[in-house]
Nanobody, 123 residues
Framework: VQLQASGGGLVQAGGSLRLSCEAAGRTFSNSFMGWFRQAPGKEREFVAAIRWIGRTTNYADSVKGRFTISRDNAKNTVYLQMDNLKPEDTAVYYC?????????????????WGQGTQVTVSS
């Protein structure tokens, strides 16, 4: 399985970015994908997750109301729309996939990871 993340970049505070993550090599059905981020000197933290079936999503409190996770099953792709970005959102963003059923914000529930894409928000 290969997860290819893209869409990062430099944006001013208040701006928007859309990240994409394509899962190549297999199709995930009754499981979930998520986005995590890691800022310099900090631990990797959960951002959002979505199930491949149904409408279940989870968000970290810090991004609720600003970020939206969505998916395109036909393209095996998950998106993260990030609006009203803040300087504290600056980090490397990673997409991750799980074989487990349900949905989770736990980093150890994800067995597949993408290479990360840099998001920098200037003030």
């Amino acid at each position: 399985v290969q997860l290819q993340a893209s869409g990062g970049g430099l944006v001013q505070a208040g701006g928007s970015l859309r990240l994409s993550c394509e899962a190549a090599g297999r199709t995930f059905s009754n499981s979930f994908m998520g986005w995590f981020r890691q800022a310099p000197g900090k631990e990797r933290e959960f951002v959002a997750a979505i199930r491949w079936i149904g409408r279940t999503t989870n968000y970290a409190d810090s991004v609720k109301g600003r970020f939206t996770i969505s998916r395109d099953n036909a393209k095996n792709t998950v998106y993260l729309q990030m609006d009203n970005l803040k300087p504290e959102d600056t980090a490397v963003y990673y997409c991750a996939a799980s074989d487990r059923p349900g949905i989770s914000w736990g980093i150890y529930d994800y067995g597949y990871w993408g290479q990360g894409t840099q998001v920098t928000v200037s003030s």
